[in-house]
């Protein structure tokens, strides 16, 4: 695993970021999911995912970025407005890292910035989601992993604190971002 992913393996695989929050980097790619988002109205559209994800990532917009200042909203058409796209899929080696061991030494998830502007901002964002990992996991802990790679989405880096989704591992201590990662997301939206 590359220092640089954005997942939600066990092992730790971000280094640790001085306030939490990346700002705009210009990552794209595999590699890059830190980007903040060009605007407070999140954009999403998820493609055939399965009902149990559906739900997560729903539940998490509802109840974990609305409350922020972000706004998120459904637009069942993939075009230019869609800031995130979510996918779902057994993934097996997929940007050449391990899906196949999630929760172990695997990646669960993965937040990827595919399309920055002349700010470094990003676009639009791809979610994907293990289902070798959310078909046999709670839904407390789907709901973590939503919370989590939604976070990306917005720029919020990994936290070792106890109150936030953004810690890596599961079960999540919280299923919220911490105070420190919603003063972000207000500052910033
Ligand atoms: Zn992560």
């Given amino acids: ?18 306030d939490n929050y990346s700002g705009a980097t210009g990552s794209t790619g595999c590699d890059g999911g830190l980007n903040e988002a060009d605007n407070a109205t999140h954009t999403f559209h998820y493609v055939d995912l399965a009902e149990h994800n559906e739900n997560a990532t729903t539940w998490a917009r509802a109840n974990i970025l609305n409350p922020t200042a972000v706004n998120t909203v459904y637009d069942s058409t993939l075009d230019d407005l869609t800031d ?15 899906w196949m061991t999630p929760g172990n030494s695997g990646v669960v998830g993965l937040a990827s ?3 920055d502007n002349s700010a470094n901002e990003c676009e639009r964002h791809t979610v994907r989601y293990n289902i070798n990992f959310t078909a046999g ?7 973590g992993l939503a919370c989590h790679e ?13 109150t936030s989704c953004m810690q890596q591992g599961y079960p999540k201590p919280a299923l919220a ?13």
């Fill in 113 to 115: 910035c595919d399309d």
């Fill in 150 to 162: 939604l976070g990306h989405t917005l720029g919020l880096a990994h936290r070792t604190s106890s």
């Fill in 1 to 18: 695993m590359t220092a640089a992913l954005a997942c939600t393996a066990l092992s730790p695989a971000w280094p640790a970021h001085a």
């Fill in 137 to 143: 996991t709670t839904t407390a802990n789907r709901r």
């Fill in 84 to 98: 995130v796209v979510v996918r779902d899929q057994r993934y097996d080696d997929y940007c050449g890292h391990d």
């Fill in 177 to 189: 971002y911490s105070t420190h990662d919603r003063d972000h997301l207000n500052d910033n939206y």
